[in-house]
C-alpha cells in the first residue's frame, strides 16, 4: 500500500510538472505592458486597439524561448488589430531553427513588423541579419553593426591551406613597351586591390550548409528590395557594416536615433505584408512595450544548454539513487521532476542523443562502481562516457547554445573525485580484519566445554557450538576452527595443547 501510494504521488507530481512545461509553451501572452505615449485626447477602446505598436526586446541569442515570445506577441497584434510591431534587437545569433520560425511568421503577417537594432553599440550577427533582412521595416542605431551570416559550421571548420601566390597577368601590350631595368608603371587602384577571399567549404555536408543559406537569405533580399550581392557576401565571406555603411549599401532601411526618431522616419513608408502594400501611418500610435511574463523567463532558464544539462544530471542520478534505495522518495520524485524538464528543454534544443545516451551509460557506471567494486575500471569508463557525452550533447556552434567546458569540467571532476573516494575506502576495508560473519570465526580460539573424540561442544565467542574433530580433545582444551560447516566447526587443538600433551 505504502508503494502505491509513493508512485501515485510520483506520477502526480511528474504530471504537474508537464503541465507547467506546456503552459510555458503554450498559453498566450498576458505580460505586463507599459504605456510610453499616448494622443491628446482619450480615443474609444476599438479606436484605441488600432492606434498601438507593441514594442518588444531581444537581448540575447535566438532560441525557442524568445522564438516562442515573439511568436506570441505577434498573434496579440494580430488579435488586437495593432498597426505596428516593433522588434529591438541586440543579437550574437542563435539557433536556425528558432530564426526561421521567426521569419515565417513575419512573412506571413499581415501586420508590418519592423526591426531595431538598438542601442548604440548593439549587434545583429548571424541570425540577427537573416531577421533583419525578413523585416518589413530594417533600422538601425548609430554604432551598430550586422552581418557574418556565416554557418558557423563553416565559420568554425579549419581553413585551408593558403595556395601559392600567382604572378600577376599583365597586357602584352604594355610588356612590349617596357624595358629591362625601367622603373614600373603606377597601376590603377583597382587593379591592386586583392579579391575578397571567401570561405571555401571543405565537405558536401558545409557546401550544402552555405549553399542553402546564401539561398535563403537572397530570397529574403529579392523579396524586400535589399542588397543581395551583400547578403550572399555576408555568408559566404562573413562580412560585417556598420549601420551608416549598411544605409548607403541599401541593406537596411533607416537609422534613427531612438524610438520616436524611427517612428518619425516610417510615417509614410510603404510595407509589403502578406495582405498587401501598406502605408504606415507612425504619427500618435501609443507605444506599448511588452515584456516577457513568467512562463516565457521559465522556458528561457529551463532552455539554456547549462540548466538543461544539470537538470538532466539531477534527474539521471536521482532515479538511479531511487533504484537502489527503494523508498527513499525524494530521490525519486526530484528525479523524475528534473529529468521531465530536461527532456523537453532538449526537444527544442539542436542535441545528439548519442551523447545523451553516453551521459546516462557514464553516471549508471560510476553510481555501479559504489555497489559493485571493480578497484576503478567501472568507474573510468563511466567517467570517460560521461566527458565524451557531454562534450557532444549539443549538436550546434551557435553562440549561446553550447554547455560551458568548465561545467562539464566540473562536473566529471566531482564524479571523479566521488569514485576515488569510494575506491580507496573499499581498499582500506579490504585490509582490516574481518570482524562478523563465518570468516572471522576462524581467527577466534574455542575452548572445549566437555571430553570428546569425534563431537563434542566448545565456546566461542560467548556462543556455544556443535564440533567435530579427528583427534581426542580435553575439556578446557583451547582449539582452533579449521572450517564452518553449517552450524557445526571443525576444530583441531592448538599448538599449544599440543605441545603440552607431548610433555
Known amino acids: 500500500m505504502n508503494s502505491r501510494r509513493r508512485l501515485t504521488w510520483l506520477a502526480a507530481l511528474a504530471a504537474m510538472a508537464v503541465g507547467l512545461v506546456c503552459a510555458a509553451q503554450d498559453e498566450p501572452q498576458q505580460g505586463a505592458q507599459e504605456r510610453v505615449a499616448s494622443s491628446s485626447e482619450e480615443p474609444t477602446q476599438n479606436a484605441a486597439s488600432q492606434n498601438v505598436a507593441l514594442v518588444l526586446s531581444i537581448r540575447d541569442a535566438i532560441g525557442p524561448a524568445t522564438s516562442s515570445f515573439f511568436l506570441r506577441t505577434l498573434e496579440d497584434a494580430h488579435e488586437r488589430n495593432a498597426r505596428l510591431v516593433v522588434l529591438e534587437m541586440d543579437t550574437p545569433g542563435g539557433l536556425d531553427s528558432a530564426m526561421r520560425e521567426m521569419i515565417q511568421a513575419i512573412l506571413a503577417s499581415p501586420i508590418p513588423v519592423a526591426i531595431y537594432v538598438s542601442p548604440s553599440g548593439a549587434r545583429a550577427a548571424s541570425a540577427g541579419t537573416y531577421l533583419l533582412y525578413a523585416s518589413h521595416v530594417a533600422a538601425m542605431a548609430p554604432a551598430t553593426n550586422l552581418g557574418a551570416a556565416t554557418p558557423v559550421q563553416i565559420g568554425g571548420a579549419p581553413t585551408p591551406a593558403p595556395s601559392p601566390p600567382r604572378e600577376p ?221 557531454s562534450v557532444i550533447l549539443m549538436d550546434t556552434e551557435a553562440p549561446g547554445f553550447q554547455i560551458a567546458r568548465p561545467v562539464i569540467g566540473g562536473v566529471a571532476l566531482a564524479g571523479a573525485l566521488v569514485m576515488l573516494l569510494m575506491s580507496s575506502y573499499f581498499v582500506r576495508s579490504r585490509r582490516k580484519p574481518v570482524v562478523t560473519g563465518p570468516s572471522q570465526l576462524l581467527s577466534e580460539p574455542a575452548v572445549a566445554l566437555e571430553d570428546f573424540e569425534r563431537e563434542g561442544r566448545v565456546r566461542i565467542r560467548g556462543e556455544i557450538w556443535n564440533a567435530r574433530t579427528r583427534a581426542p580433545v580435553r575439556s578446557g582444551d583451547v582449539l582452533q576452527v579449521l572450517r564452518v560447516d553449517g552450524l557445526t566447526l571443525h576444530v583441531e587443538p592448538s599448538a599449544a595443547d599440543m605441545s603440552a600433551r607431548a610433555e
Not at 556598420?242 to 510603404?270: K, S, Y
Open 169 to 389: 597577368q599583365r597586357d602584352p601590350d604594355q610588356e612590349t613597351d617596357e624595358k629591362p631595368g625601367a622603373p614600373e608603371k603606377p597601376r590603377k587602384k583597382d587593379e591592386d586591390a586583392e579579391p575578397e577571399q571567401d570561405i571555401e567549404p571543405a565537405t558536401a555536408m558545409e557546401r550544402k550548409a552555405i549553399n542553402d543559406s546564401i539561398a535563403y537569405i537572397r530570397g529574403l533580399a529579392e523579396l524586400r528590395g535589399r542588397n543581395a550581392e551583400w547578403a550572399e557576401s555576408a555568408v559566404r565571406s562573413a562580412t560585417s557594416l556598420t549601420a551608416t555603411a549598411a544605409l548607403q549599401q541599401n541593406v537596411i532601411d533607416i537609422v534613427a536615433e531612438d524610438m520616436p526618431d524611427l517612428l518619425r522616419q516610417m510615417n509614410g513608408r510603404v510595407a509589403r505584408t502578406s495582405m498587401g502594400d501598406v502605408t504606415l501611418r507612425t504619427e500618435g500610435l501609443i507605444i506599448e512595450r511588452v515584456e516577457a511574463d513568467w512562463r516565457t523567463k521559465l522556458l528561457a532558464v529551463i532552455t539554456n544548454p547549462n540548466v538543461a544539462y544539470l537538470l538532466m544530471l539531477v534527474g539521471v542520478y536521482g532515479l538511479l539513487l531511487e533504484g537502489y534505495n527503494p523508498g527513499a522518495i525524494l530521490p525519486g520524485v526530484a528525479g523524475a521532476i528534473a529529468l521531465l524538464l530536461a527532456l523537453y528543454a532538449f526537444q527544442v534544443l539542436s542535441v545528439n542523443y548519442a551523447g545523451f545516451a553516453l551521459i546516462v551509460l557514464g553516471v549508471a557506471l560510476m553510481i555501479a562502481e559504489a555497489f559493485a567494486p571493480s578497484f576503478g575500471v567501472l568507474g573510468l569508463g563511466g567517467v570517460l562516457a560521461f566527458v565524451i557525452g
